[in-house]
């Protein structure tokens, strides 16, 4: 395969145009070529060069496309993603990864049957405030962390929206739109938990969809992780808190990328993806023998790197960072929680 790999969108609503597309066309060596709108051409406006089609079929039997990026709404992410597998193209698909973890193992098999690369889009792994937490962690800043909570709050009390995302069907709802990050998080800082307790209902009225979470990871009898989500919260809570054997972090609001893109930002803007002091973390530890109280500039995040990992990976020379295997365990706890929650019980994590 020659170092410029063809990339094709399938979508260019909400995720194709403002998680997707920037990044695809930031990053050398990945050429956006074709776009499927069925009713637009919207692409064109900021990528005059792609080709737009009205069906996917199109990218399937093309031979100069290597890699499909799939970002229909979530319910659908299963049929695209092993269509465009058994077309032999690569696939990055948009998280959550699928409703079910049986069918994120089938995809999973089916890329390794046909010796393709499979990863799923978990851009908040390349959020400044992860990547912040990351490294604190790393560096054992606040020491073996005890207890932490991870908040994705709104206020948003009334039911008016006609977005896929607040229908009934499985895989939609906020427990698999934001929790799953959250869940990526978990497992990618702290390991695969050892019990779940799910708190997961619908509050506002009219609604179709989860609307609420609440949900602690145990690990062993010293490590609780919290995460959890409502619509009602008009007075912000922390983002991230962790409490460890050396101290605390505390870390208010959300990765400045997707604002500033919504704003008409553009990946390799000056400033893009740093975030203001105002709301870096509060670190209060004992570091070198030392009582240290003050603020720790967040890392500058950036969603590019999510598709130069995948690009160096197809060509041979990287790990794939986010492997499928991994967004499948974060659909597992997804469906544990779930259970847990219908149960009124905790349950032991078997993934």
């Given at each position: 395969m020659s170092k410029n790999i063809r990339v094709g969108?399938?979508?260019?609503?909400?995720?194709?145009?403002?998680?997707?597309?920037?990044?695809?066309?930031?990053?050398?060596?990945?050429?956006?070529?074709?776009?499927?709108?069925?009713?637009?051409?919207?692409?064109?406006?900021?990528?005059?060069?792609?080709?737009?089609?009205?069906?996917?079929?199109?990218?399937?039997?093309?031979?100069?496309?290597?890699?499909?990026v799939v970002t229909t709404p979530s319910t659908d992410h299963f049929t695209f993603t092993r269509d465009a597998l058994l077309a032999g193209k690569h696939v990055v698909v948009e998280k959550p990864f699928t409703p079910t973890a049986a069918e994120a193992d089938e995809?999973?098999?089916?890329?390794?049957?046909?010796?393709?690369?499979?990863?799923?889009?978990?851009?908040?792994?390349?959020?400044?405030?992860?990547?912040?937490?990351?490294?604190?962690?790393?560096?054992?800043?606040?020491?073996?962390?005890?207890e932490a909570t991870f908040s994705w709050d709104g206020f948003s009390p009334v039911m008016n929206s006609t977005n896929w995302r607040e229908g009934s069907q499985p895989g939609t709802g906020v427990f698999y739109d934001l929790g799953v990050h959250f869940f990526d998080q978990a497992l990618t800082l702290f390991g695969v938990p050892d019990a779940i307790n799910g708190d997961v209902r619908i509050q506002r009225e009219g609604a179709s969809a989860h609307d609420y979470f609440d949900v602690t990871l145990f690990y062993g009898n010293q490590l609780k992780?919290?995460?959890?989500?409502?619509?009602?919260?008009?007075?912000?809570?922390?983002?991230?808190?962790?409490?460890?054997?050396?101290?605390?972090?505390?870390?208010?609001?959300t990765d400045p990328q997707e604002a500033t893109l919504l704003g008409g930002g553009m990946p390799g803007d000056y400033g893009f993806g740093i975030e203001l002091r105002e709301i870096w973390g509060k670190l209060n530890s004992t570091v070198g023998g030392l009582h240290v109280e003050g603020v720790v500039e967040t890392f500058h995040g950036n969603y590019t790197g999510y598709y130069e990992n995948v690009y160096r990976h197809i060509i041979g020379e990287a790990e794939l960072n986010v492997k499928?295997?991994?967004?499948?365990?974060?659909?597992?706890?997804?469906?544990?929680?779930?259970?847990?929650?219908?149960?009124g019980r905790t349950l032991p994590v078997t993934l």
């Open positions: 969108l399938i979508g260019y609503g909400f995720a194709g145009s403002i998680f997707h597309a920037p990044f695809v066309d930031a990053v050398p060596g990945l050429e956006l070529a074709a776009v499927v709108e069925r009713k637009s051409a919207h692409s064109k406006e900021k990528y005059p060069w792609v080709n737009v089609v009205n069906d996917v079929r199109y990218l399937y039997e093309d031979p100069s496309i290597d890699l499909i995809l999973i098999a089916l890329a390794k049957e046909k010796g393709l690369v499979l990863s799923v889009y978990h851009n908040r792994r390349y959020d400044g405030d992860y990547l912040t937490i990351k490294k604190l962690l790393a560096e054992g800043m606040i020491g073996d962390v005890r992780v919290r995460v959890k989500s409502s619509k009602f919260v008009r007075e912000a809570n922390p983002r991230y808190v962790l409490h460890g054997t050396k101290g605390s972090f505390v870390k208010y609001g499928p295997e991994e967004a499948r365990n974060a659909i597992r706890l997804i469906e544990l929680a779930l259970q847990s929650c219908e149960e």
